[in-house]
Nanobody
Framework: QVQLVESGGGLVQAGGSLRLSCVASGRMFSFNAMDWYRQAPGKQRQMVAG???????NYADSVKGRFTVSRDSAKNTVYLQMNNLKPEDTAVYYC???????????????WGQGTLVTVSS
């Protein structure tokens, strides 16, 4: 299996920055895409940013211009740089990997455990 470990969450004041990391380990796989989701208390999980194998990125309107997703393929790591954070960004953030297992060719769909981001006003 492939495991995803997230880090970088914490408490920050409005206007501050955080960088989340999502590291993949385990079986060998080919990378198709990684998405970042967030879930605020009492709300549905929503996709906030994503990056594909060719480096294409997409963002939710609510984070455009403030969040940047990037990937370091050598480290099997995807980052989410979050700037100018707002209280409404408070949520648990999850990474979701879409890949293909190298040995079997079967689809890979893995989730991280989540990391809490709290933005104070």
């Amino acid at each position: 299996q492939v495991q995803l470990v997230e880090s970088g969450g914490g408490l920050v004041q409005a206007g501050g920055s955080l960088r989340l990391s999502c590291v993949a380990s385990g079986r060998m796989f080919s990378f198709n895409a990684m998405d970042w989701y967030r879930q605020a208390p009492g709300k549905q999980r929503q996709m906030v940013a994503g990056i594909t194998y060719d480096g294409s990125t997409n963002y939710a309107d609510s984070v455009k211009g403030r969040f940047t997703v990037s990937r370091d393929s050598a480290k099997n790591t995807v980052y989410l740089q979050m700037n100018n954070l707002k209280p409404e960004d408070t949520a648990v953030y999850y990474c979701n990997l879409d890949g293909t297992y190298s040995d079997s060719g079967r689809a890979l769909d893995a989730w991280g455990q989540g990391t809490l981001v709290t933005v104070s006003s």
